[in-house]
């Protein structure tokens, strides 16, 4: 009698286990929707319910649902957030062009006269360095020559 008592526990057990199972692992797609904040969470807990009555036939397809949802992305894999942010980087970064051109404009001009400059003042050195070379030959031939290198 005992053994019959046992049996029909666990059989009671197996099927409260089996059931509750069943719940918990309906309710999954349901989980997966509310984390994302999906926009059609009510729906998809509604249709984990009925896929209870169609022996979870409908349920692999509620998990995708579920999981084509992001808060970032929306229903697409890109990122519509960081593509219009990026897009405004680029309109920003457009309208600073010409004035880049600009300042470069100004800058080569800058460059080109301060080479000028720097190749005047390098042949007015080099014409001073001739100019001393030259006083410095004649000043040696004006000199006394010593007595012992006659």
């Not at 009671?12 to 286990?17: G, P, R, T, V």
């Not at 957030?81 to 600009?102: F, M, R, W, Y």
Request: net charge negative; glycine share 6%.
């Amino acid at each position: 009698m005992f053994l019959d008592y046992l049996a029909l526990f666990f059989l009671i057990f197996a099927s409260l286990a089996i059931f509750y199972g069943i719940i918990a692992i309906h309710d999954i797609p349901y989980e997966i929707a509310k984390k994302r904040n999906h926009p059609h969470l009510e729906a998809i807990h509604y249709a984990g319910w009925v896929s209870l009555f169609t022996l979870h036939v409908i349920w692999p397809f509620l998990w995708i649902w579920a999981t084509l949802w992001q808060k970032e992305n929306g229903w697409g894999n890109g990122n519509h957030q960081k593509d219009s942010q990026t897009l405004q980087n680029l309109i920003a970064i457009s309208g600073q062009v010409p004035e880049l051109q600009e300042s470069t404009r100004k800058l080569e001009a800058e460059v080109a006269r301060l080479n000028q400059e720097l190749q005047a003042l390098s042949a007015q050195l080099h014409a001073k360095a001739d100019i001393n070379t030259g006083m410095d030959n004649n000043i040696g031939t004006n000199e006394p020559q010593s007595e012992g290198s006659l």
